[in-house]
């Protein structure tokens, strides 16, 4: 089991690593004025002990980790999701699930909209 998760996080990694470092080398060909899109990163949420397929509690932390060095890298605004939610986890999210409660859904959609809201 250890391996293959170790496995699974290493082809997230690079997958996640290589679509984030594709579109900001897009972005550094076009020029910054070429379509006045602004790149801004979320990353991942919690997730709570027992999901399945399975997802240990500290994948996230690993994600978003590796995903976080190459937003500063290349100099791309990070929305942190992860933060926001995890004092509040268990009133936000529905147990053993990735998902969120209706207001948990909330507090990240009023989030999403507001660093979006202050990029334009």
Do not use: W
């Amino acid at each position: 089991m250890k391996t293959r998760h170790t496995i699974r996080f290493a082809i997230c990694c690079f997958v996640s690593m290589m679509a984030v470092s594709l579109v900001a080398q897009a972005q550094e060909a076009a020029g910054p004025k070429a379509s006045g899109a602004k790149l801004i990163f979320a990353t991942t949420t919690p997730y709570p002990k027992g999901v399945r397929p399975c997802r240990l509690p500290e994948d996230a932390v690993h994600y978003n980790t590796a995903a976080l060095k190459i937003m500063k890298a290349n100099h791309i605004q990070v929305n942190d999701l992860y933060s926001l939610v995890l004092p509040n986890l268990k009133t936000l999210q529905k147990p053993r699930n990735v998902h969120f409660k209706k207001e948990g859904s909330k507090v990240l959609a009023d989030q999403v909209a507001a660093v979006i809201q202050s990029a334009l």
